[in-house]
């Protein structure tokens, strides 16, 4: 009877240290570590204002659940790479910029398109409906590429800045190089007679010095980041010439090994950090002004007339944009329409 009795609670420990190993391995495998690829350096605001306020917020609402590898300034890939990262599996989450892989998202330089939108935070608001599983640029890019937006980050509209050459008429952008984000940038710099020069961020401020570029088409707020403001003396401060957006997409791979509860949390970390971005962006725009012109760089209004003949001159953009898409069996004039309504809502 002792025997069975032994036998028994030697049974039961087993048994309990085993379920305890179960419940430990649970609790173990319920942690999860994502490795974020970014090409943008801490320094900037999109980063420290938008991709690591949606890290933290991710980790706040999982109760240190989910944590994140973050691998800013390119240490993984360049701007161009980050989608073949997120596909290949070298990273759960990459910031992608569409504008630098043109061939993979063409539609998504609608929110690219000079004058389209005012405030970064009217921009983000409807292109995160566009992105969004059911919008039109996630059903006709984003989930062909295996990739599931979680943050927008529009920069706000971009303006003219020049080294040497003071802007004071719309004639004098004739024959300027200015370096641009590529997509719809280059039809506006060729609207506005300027010839348009692509190029990496961190090659711009050698260019500039050098002499081969005149100028670019850069958000403010992203001058002092870039550290562009030694090779600058002049900004366009009334004349809007596009935009940018960066967004940090998860792979499909990542996105469906995680739990319906896991995915909530990472969506809603998503729309946390798009507003708080987006309004960082709208309420610094004047205080970067005022910056900029303390430090040096001369804004040169341009004279109302010379701005409304050159945004009279957007609608054409707009429409050949889309009509180029349409011939190339892409839906632009589409995509242009659905964004232009998710602006009006």
Known sequence: MRSFIKKGCVCLAVALLAALALVGGAQAKDKITLKVADWMPLSHYTVSQGGLVFMKKATELSKGRIQFKHFPAGQLGKGKDMLQLAQRGVAEIVNIAPAYITDKFPLTGVIELPGIYEGSCNGARAFAQLVAPG?????????????????VGPLGAYRVLTADREVKRAKDFKG???????????ITAKTIGAVSVRMSGPEVLPSLTRGTLDGVFWPLQSVKPWGLQSGLKYMT??????????????????????????QKILT??????????????????????????DYGIKPVPLPQKDVDMITDKYTKIYKDWATSLDKRGRPGTEALKAFQSALSK
Request: aromatic share 12%.
């Open 268 to 293: 809603e970390a998503g729309k946390y950090a798009t507003k708080w971005h987006c309004e960082y962006v709208d309420t610094h725009e004047v205080k970067t002004i005022k910056w900029l012109e």
């Open 237 to 262: 401060p009334n004349l809007g010439v596009g935009s940018f957006v960066i967004l940090y997409a998860i792979s499909d791979k990542a996105w469906k090994k995680l739990s319906p509860e896991d």
């Open 176 to 186: 300027l190089k200015l370096r641009t984000a590529g997509g719809p940038m280059d």
């Open 135 to 151: 919008g039109i640029l996630y059903e006709q890019e984003y989930k062909p590429n295996g990739v599931r937006v979680l943050f």
